[in-house]
């Protein structure tokens, strides 16, 4: 049945996914994805809310989360942090839609864990910026070309005071065509 699908779908999947009534907010359902996420069981989740089991960092964005659904009744990729059960904060997305069980407004949300995403790219961004700070300082002569073609990307001061080229003057061309 439809239902059957429906119900190894929502468990089956890693993402957080909770359904909860918009009355009041009380949880009715939430899969193991909600439950490794936040480190609550089903059996403790259900019946409560959110702000019962002090999931969400910032109330605020549980506010914004909640006038958006009234106004548009869905929202995607609301990034927020939620606080599991340790305390240890997560970065996700959320994104929600409203749903009718029996006559009765749900919503039905899901949270993507993007922690470990966020964190490689702010550690790629510092990595970028102690190259530029590197590069830049480096009294020699440096550039960075593509491989493709030989064209210029970057080139710092010790180029332009060595070549008495200006970057401007040579960036997007090849050493050859300079």
């Given at each position: 049945t439809s239902e059957e699908k429906f119900a190894k779908a929502f468990q089956s999947n890693p993402d957080f996914i909770m359904i909860s009534r918009l009355s009041d907010g009380r949880i009715v359902e939430v899969n193991r994805g909600f439950e490794a996420l936040t480190g609550y069981a089903a059996s403790e989740a259900v019946g409560r809310t959110t702000t019962d089991l002090d999931l969400w960092a910032d109330q605020a964005d549980r506010e914004e989360m909640i006038r958006r659904l009234y106004a548009d009744g869905v929202v995607h990729g609301l990034e927020t942090v939620l606080v599991a059960r340790d305390g240890k904060p997560r970065q996700v997305l959320v994104s929600a839609t409203l749903l009718d069980i029996n006559g009765e407004v749900h919503i039905i949300g899901t949270s993507r864990d993007i922690t470990e995403l966020k964190r490689a790219?702010?550690?790629?961004?510092?990595?970028?910026?102690?190259?530029?700070?590197?590069?830049?300082?480096?009294?020699?002569y440096a550039t960075v070309s593509r491989l493709e073609d030989g064209r210029f990307v970057?080139?710092?001061?010790?180029?332009?005071?060595?070549?008495?080229?200006k970057a401007q003057e040579v960036l997007g061309r090849t050493a050859h065509e300079i």
């Amino acid at each position: 049945t439809s239902e059957e699908k429906f119900a190894k779908a929502f468990q089956s999947n890693p993402d957080f996914i909770m359904i909860s009534r918009l009355s009041d907010g009380r949880i009715v359902e939430v899969n193991r994805g909600f439950e490794a996420l936040t480190g609550y069981a089903a059996s403790e989740a259900v019946g409560r809310t959110t702000t019962d089991l002090d999931l969400w960092a910032d109330q605020a964005d549980r506010e914004e989360m909640i006038r958006r659904l009234y106004a548009d009744g869905v929202v995607h990729g609301l990034e927020t942090v939620l606080v599991a059960r340790d305390g240890k904060p997560r970065q996700v997305l959320v994104s929600a839609t409203l749903l009718d069980i029996n006559g009765e407004v749900h919503i039905i949300g899901t949270s993507r864990d993007i922690t470990e995403l966020k964190r490689a790219h702010e550690s790629l961004r510092r990595s970028e910026e102690r190259f530029a700070k590197a590069f830049n300082a480096n009294p020699n002569y440096a550039t960075v070309s593509r491989l493709e073609d030989g064209r210029f990307v970057a080139v710092n001061k010790g180029f332009e005071r060595m070549t008495g080229w200006k970057a401007q003057e040579v960036l997007g061309r090849t050493a050859h065509e300079i």
